[in-house]
């Protein structure tokens, strides 16, 4: 005995498919969401640099106390040109660095600025674009603007 089975298909009138409405608010809330992530990416991508500044500072402090030790003294004349210059002294030359660093962006205010004081002590001065940084100095100097950037600076141990 086999028994055939029917199968009735119902074809709806009804469209199938969003409104508007729907879509308007799918677009908006996508926009939003863009908004937020955009402002966020920003935001890591300034404190990648401000790392990236104290860490360049950092490693010149580094090379200039290695340069004392082996000198006598800190160098007298203001840092060569970044990229393509190193810190060396001595007869004959000893390299304490092979590169002087360039700050990421590399534009004013944004660049080392090595400043040797009459005492025989040094500092380092670099502008970062956090304002909040937790290690920025506490009284901000020039030419940072203390509205778009704020200083940071190192010194001699």
Known sequence: MTTI???????????????????????????????????????????????QRKGDLKQIQSSLELYRADQGSYPASPLAACGVSKLEGGNPPVTYM??????????????????????????IHSCLENVSDSQKDAVNSSPCDGTNNWSFTVQNP
């Open 5 to 51: 089975l029917n199968f009735k298909f119902q074809i709806s009138n009804s469209k199938r498919g969003f409104t508007l409405i729907e879509l308007l608010i799918v677009v908006s809330i996508i926009g939003v969401l863009a908004t937020l992530l955009m402002t966020n990416f920003i935001g890591i991508r300034q404190r990648a640099r401000d790392a």
């Open 98 to 123: 092979q590169k002087i660093p360039c700050d990421p962006l590399n534009v004013a205010p944004y660049a080392y600025t090595y400043l040797l004081n009459g005492d025989g002590t040094y500092s």
